[in-house]
T-cell receptor
């Protein structure tokens, strides 16, 4: 599975959009990009995933560049409850190995 | 109903003891995992089972032995506990081989193990 790199930490003002970048320059054609988050010490929570098209759900939007070497998770209106560690993961279709990196610690500030 | 439940949530024990953590999922998933999150907050995969068959077995001391009596349960037994085993252990499940799956993993709330 391809590796990912993310900034260690980011701040975002409450009510503003939070844009979390992820680099996955060695991604293969059959590898999906997944985003999870972990709030405090709870179990990680799935947010969204995509292959090459941009995706949107009730939690977030995922923008994947045309060359698929990077992506951005967008939380459109961040709230204090979005403060968490956000993990970008690359996984081959039907692959069992979800490898979590250090992630990005997002702090939403009032 | 909790989708992925782990017991116990907290476990404090002495070095050298043997302990077990249990995990159950009621989602009908075919794959279950154990992850370890240490004090540095890195989340590392330990084991993965698919339909009771061991699929992933990362470099983990053989004091750790997973057991899957059926595909809804994956327990973790740890022998001769050491200080370095102190961590939060997360169980997760997913339906990874179904053709319509999203590949989403569902995690339990974690079991915090403290070895004194």
């Amino acid at each position: 599975d391809a590796k990912t790199t993310q900034p260690t930490s980011m701040d975002c003002a409450e009510g503003r959009a939070a844009n979390l970048p992820c680099n996955h320059s060695t991604i293969s054609g059959n590898e999906y990009v997944y985003w999870y988050r972990q709030i405090h010490s709870q179990g990680p929570q799935y947010i969204i995933h995509g292959l090459k098209n941009n995706e949107t759900n009730e939690m977030a939007s995922l923008i994947i560049t045309e060359d698929r070497k990077s992506s951005t998770l967008i939380l459109p209106h961040a709230t204090l409850r979005d403060t968490a560690v956000y993990y970008c993961i690359v996984r081959v279709e039907y692959g069992q190995n979800f490898v979590f990196g250090p992630g990005t610690r997002l702090s939403v500030l009032p | 109903d909790t989708a992925v439940s782990q017991t116990p949530k907290y476990l404090v024990t002495q070095m050298g003891n043997d302990k077990s953590i249990k995990c159950e999922q009621n989602l009908g998933h075919d794959t279950m995992y154990w992850y370890k999150q240490d004090s540095k907050k890195f989340l590392k995969i330990m084991f993965s089972y698919n339909n009771k068959e061991l699929i992933i077995n990362e470099t983990v001391p053989n004091r750790f032995s997973p057991k899957s009596p059926d595909k809804a349960h994956l327990n973790l037994h740890i022998n001769s506990l050491e200080l370095g085993d102190s961590a939060v252990y997360f169980c997760a499940s997913g339906n990874l081989w179904a053709t319509s799956n999203t590949g989403e993993l569902f995690f339990g709330e974690g079991s915090r193990l403290t070895v004194l």
